[in-house]
């Protein structure tokens, strides 16, 4: 069993940053792929990134490429997702997610474990 607890969402303004933490306890961090999603009020919960176990391989949704940054530190059992340029319409619930795999998640489909959320409003 894995527990998984995010942090570090806020209110921040249009073009500002945020960075979000993801702590996973219970098991070998290392043997997980750790992704990102969010969901906005009456959307789906969409993919946001997800990152490899050992950290060398990264995938992105089109709509965060090139603004957010997903990393882990294995040592630490955190994975991060480093938000830059922040637009209104990154204002969702943030999640993060664990599974081992066999490939880099994308879907919701693919993790077993989630986080509670953390809320990120960035304002115009």
């Not at 969010?38 to 965060?64: C, H, M, W």
């Not at 999640?95 to 989630?114: F, H, I, N, Q, R």
């Amino acid at each position: 069993q894995v527990h998984v607890a995010e942090s570090g969402g806020g209110l921040v303004q249009a073009g500002g940053s945020l960075r979000l933490s993801c702590v996973a306890s219970g098991r070998t961090f290392s043997l997980y792929y750790m992704g990102w999603f969010r969901q906005a009020p009456g959307k789906e919960r969409e993919f946001v990134a997800a990152i490899s176990r050992n950290g060398y391989s990264t995938l992105y949704a089109d709509s965060v490429k090139g603004r957010f940054t997903i990393s882990r530190d294995n040592a630490k059992n955190t994975a991060y997702l480093q938000m830059n340029s922040l637009k209104p319409e990154d204002t969702s619930v943030y999640y993060c997610a664990a599974d081992v795999g066999p490939k880099l998640p994308s879907t919701v489909y693919e993790y077993g474990y989630w986080g509670q959320g953390t809320q990120v409003t960035v304002s115009s």
